[in-house]
């Protein structure tokens, strides 16, 4: 019997294959080979082990988050110290003994679930910063099938390491898999730069590490989106999104709400354009911030900046027929998001640190081609390494921000082509169902779980390549 594909996330369906995105890639992948799908049900409960929601057309197995894993484990140790940490904000990571404890306690709990359905012919696929000492933990319960591991946020910088209760955990934690895939080729050179400074690691020229006896591999896998299905959903020719309500021109911005996504910045930038640039125009800024994590404290302090920045700007310059920013802090319908994307005419991604960032490459294809909008986009986006004819911007520059709106809302028909040609070709390049496909090859190519003393045709080079080269290389 062929082997399965055992998918591991700190979340999973509980209905339908969700429109778009991983939760799409992940499905399609499942369906066309079969598997098993496993993440914690967003409902807490007594039970305390895996427990089937769906088998139709591969099985999905939950487990409950008690709240004290919600509290320590989500809330706490991921999200306010990984999070954080990765996204190069070590001054609000939280460091306390309970937090790190119930991480660790989760992922142990959670590996001897695995261990109970994994067959040594299997792959598993971890997603995630939630789930990073899973094969550390599966390993030690024996199982011996391939594990590969992608982290959906930036890879965190070496010096800012210094502050977890061991340093040196993340590099033994990567090192249990096979195969450790990363969003873009500075994250890679981020990672292997962690193994270079650990005396436990030796690199390989074709990007592997020796890790004490095993072989890990590190590649980037710039993730995207389901291209056409955005593009077709840009395309409907429904109902109005703004109803009567349609502005001169907006300017969109659609971001989660969280203190990695620059918006407190993009408000002033535009708040500046209108002072400095504007010169009579009239654009609205339509920006799209559901809430997450409230509970935390950084949150609620975004949450209350946002609202004042937005309240004195539209005090300062609307007028009784135009509101400058209409701040939404709520979701908006997928479908109607992409129809606002195809009408702005430009999009402001201003991330102050970001894995990849997909509003981006939504905003690319959900474009006229005849007639597109500006993507304005951060430097410091994972996006921004292969959209280069985007405005890149430096975010912490509100003055460079607001001259980059009057430079979009002022941009020559065939400039903008050309920009939105180039930035196209690069989101259609990573298609999500390529992306998947790749993942899923280059950890079919790894050796397995063969230690290095076993592996005596790995001919060592004397030194590592450039990490712009090989590991730059999608599923090689």
Known sequence: MPGRLIVVSNRIPTGGATAGGLAVALHDGLAENGGIWIGAHPEPGPEEGLFEIGSDPYTRLAFRLSPEDYSNYYLGFSNSVLWPLCHRRSDLVDLRPEFYDQ?????????????????????IWVHDYHLLPIAHALRARGVSCKIGYFLHIPFPALGDMSVLPDPGMIAAWLAAYDLVGLQTRA????????????????????????FEERLVRVRSFPIGIAVDEFRQMAADDGTAPFGSEQPEEFVIGVDRLDYSKGLPNRFRAFGEYLEHHAKGRRPCLLQVAPPSREVVEAYRQITEELEELSGRINGRYAQLDWTPIRYIHRSIDRGRLAMLH???SACLVTSLADGMNLVAKEFVAAQKPEDPGVLILSRFAGAAEDMTEALLVNPYDVGEMASAIDAALNMPLEERQRRHQSCLRAVENSDISLWTSQFLQALARCPGTMTMSARSTHKRRESVADTTGVESSIGT
């Not at 991480?103 to 012919?121: G, H, K, Q, T, W």
């Not at 193994?195 to 390989?204: M, S, T």
């Open 103 to 123: 991480y660790l306690a989760l992922n142990e709990r959670l590996a001897d679930m695995i261990a109970e359905v994994a067959r040594p012919d299997d792959d």
């Open 187 to 210: 994250d890679t050179a981020r990672c292997l730069e962690m193994f270079r400074a650990d005396p436990r690691a030796e690199p390989f020229a074709d990007g592997s590490i020796k």
């Open 342 to 344: 195809r009408q702005a």
